[in-house]
């Protein structure tokens, strides 16, 4: 995590010295407000990932010569086979369109949504994967 936090790090000095550039050839605001906050983002997530890295000590991935065995295989369970997640990335994709067309599209989403989480939740339970 060490080398992550480097390179945010680097990220943040890199925002910051663009912003400061362009605000000097442009002059204008806006672009030199995000390039600032965007620098702003990347300081916070260096501090929080060196900062974890203090309290955690060396970890595999900061040993050059690790090998990928040393971490901990064990991230949980994942379904291999689901659609589910799919169905559901398909349902909050109708609802946000019914911000833009129509509120009759937010309801059918909202069900959808309901549904897959359903389907998502019960896969296990019924059907081919039922145990």
Excluded: H, Q
Excluded at 21 to 39: C, H, K, P, R
Excluded at 49 to 57: C, E, P, S, W, Y
Excluded at 61 to 86: C, K, N
Excluded at 99 to 126: D, K, P, Q, S
């Amino acid at each position: 995590m060490n080398v992550g936090g480097k390179l945010f790090a680097l990220g943040t000095l890199t925002f910051i010295f663009l912003g400061v550039v362009y605000w000097f050839m442009s002059g204008d605001v806006i672009g030199t407000t995000l390039l600032a906050l965007t620098g702003g983002l990347a300081f916070l997530i260096a501090f929080y990932i060196l900062f974890t890295d203090k309290r955690l000590g060396t970890m595999p991935e900061d040993i050059e010569t690790a090998l990928i065995s040393d971490i901990d295989p064990d991230y949980g369970f994942f379904s291999p086979y689901s659609w589910w997640p799919f169905v559901i990335g398909a349902a909050v994709f109708t609802f946000v369109l019914g911000f833009v067309f129509a509120t009759w599209m937010m309801v059918l989403g909202v069900f959808a949504i309901l549904l897959a989480v359903n389907g998502l939740i019960f896969e296990y339970y019924r059907g081919e994967f039922a145990k």
